[in-house]
């Protein structure tokens, strides 16, 4: 283009490419405004497109919440920004809580269990327990997560990849079930026959998963590989045969969380064996947490742990409206059972026998139809910490040869007794059992320690 001319205040004269003069209106100078405002475009493929950096975090947010979860996959390769929102927390939650039907989140970074019960007790009083020992070395899947802790992603990734059980097809989770590559059962015992068989493992999060989701399942239950089974809600296993949950050696550091195990046998059930709701063999270790167990069979127990190497961890779970015992420990087992609810139950609360050495902590032994503790025949282990109250009996009560540790329990308004130690229980009172109680308005007892 050629240089103007002459310059007048409103017209510039040009020449065109054949060389005549031409008059154009003059343009006026764009103004600041304007300047900026084609700044801003620059770039664009078209005129009238918007680039999505120029939306604010909060409405990009607002339109990632109608994503799946392999749309938010998606977006989260396309950039650092939408990698970053599509990562939000409360887009996962709201998928964890919509897709699985659970409210909350669970740690699930399992301890190994030899950390767990390094500190057996022995039969003497010099190699016992100290009350010191911390609870840290406590395996458990914990309480349910809450907070900015709670990483929703990672929580919906594991439940991704985890075995289903769960009602027909019409009462689960329509919308989401085409999208999950997930496998489904209505019977846990068929998620338990498809789950592989492999080793011992330290880390839970390498077992195999299995959600059952709310419902109502009759079947015996065979734990008889390392599996994680976690109820998604209002879920009751309930048999009966002679057993609901069993594990097996198999089983070893399984997991069992979250359900409501439930015994029961029918009025003809006269030559069945004494009924265990949930039944710990040998060389198992489970862990067993925030279960409801409840058993309506006259005998047996609740909770059965028996054999050598059987070292469970039960923790946070309510035993109770038993007919027979709560938690029977037996054959010199072992293992770690805090923060429980026992209440209830017709004979004992805990029975203790035979070599067995479980460790007992901060557990509510309340409302019972006999005993509270009873440790007999040679039954050991430690009763820390525990409240002990209101059973019709006494609160602990030591016989046959045992020889328990007793310390810093409250117990109190026994309505016959605080603690009944028999004359068999050793040698002498001092070397065989360790009393460190607070022991109060036991009814019908001249003293709260008694011995008989």
């Known amino acids: 283009m050629s240089k103007p001319l002459r310059r007048s205040r409103r017209l510039r004269q040009w020449r065109d490419d054949e060389g005549n003069d031409v008059e154009e209106p003059a343009s006026k100078k764009p103004s600041p405004d304007k300047k900026i405002q084609a700044s801003q475009l620059q770039g664009l493929p078209q005129q009238g497109v918007r680039s999505l950096d120029g939306l604010p975090d909060e409405l990009l947010l607002s339109v990632c919440q109608y994503c799946h979860e392999r749309d938010l996959c998606r977006l989260a390769q396309v950039s ?54 911390s609870d840290c070395s406590v395996r458990s899947l914990s309480s349910p997560l809450a907070g900015p802790v709670v990483d929703w992603k990672s929580q919906f990734r594991t439940m991704h990849g985890s075995y289903h059980v769960s009602p027909p097809i019409s009462d689960f989770s329509r919308a989401h079930r085409h999208q999950l590559p997930r496998q489904y059962f209505e019977r846990l015992s068929d998620a338990l026959a498809s789950c592989p068989v492999t080793s011992v493992l330290d880390d839970a999060m390498e077992r195999q998963m299995i959600v059952v989701h709310p419902g109502t399942y009759c079947e015996h239950v ?130 203790i026998r035979n070599l067995a050495a479980p460790i007992f902590r901060r557990n509510k032994v309340h409302h019972g139809r006999d005993v509270g503790f009873f440790v007999f025949d040679r039954g050991q282990g430690l009763l820390e910490a525990n409240t002990v109250s209101e059973n019709r009996i006494a609160g602990v009560e030591v016989k046959n040869e045992a020889n328990p540790i007793v310390l810093k329990n409250n117990i109190c308004n026994g309505k016959t007794g605080g603690v009944y130690i028999h004359d068999s229980v050793g040698n002498s009172l001092g070397g065989c059992i360790k009393l460190d109680d607070e022991t109060e308005s036991c009814s019908f007892a001249l003293c709260s320690l008694v011995v008989i």
């Open 80 to 133: 650092k920004r939408l990698n970053r929102i599509s990562s939000d927390k409360t887009l996962w939650k709201r998928l964890f809580t919509a897709v699985f039907e659970m409210p909350v989140a669970f740690d699930l970074d399992l301890r190994s269990s030899k950390s767990a019960m390094s500190l057996p007790p022995s039969p003497t009083v010099s190699s016992r327990i100290s009350p010191t020992d």
């Open 222 to 351: 065979i734990v008889d590989r390392p599996v994680v089974i976690v109820g998604a809600g209002n879920v009751t296993l309930t048999s009966l045969t002679g057993r609901v949950v069993e594990f097996r050696p198999q089983a070893r550091n399984s997991v069992l969380a979250h359900v409501t195990v439930k015994g029961g046998l029918p009025l003809d059930s006269s030559d069945v064996p004494p009924y265990y709701c949930i039944d710990i063999s040998s060389s198992c270790c489970p862990i067993v947490q925030d279960c409801t167990v409840i058993s309506s069979a006259d005998g047996g127990a609740c909770l059965y742990v028996h054999g050598s190497g059987a070292c469970p961890v039960v923790e946070d779970c309510r035993v109770c409206d038993s007919e027979s015992v709560g938690i029977y420990v037996d054959d010199g087992a072992t293992g770690l059972y805090f923060n429980n609810d026992i209440f209830n139950n017709k004979l004992a609360g805990v029975w």
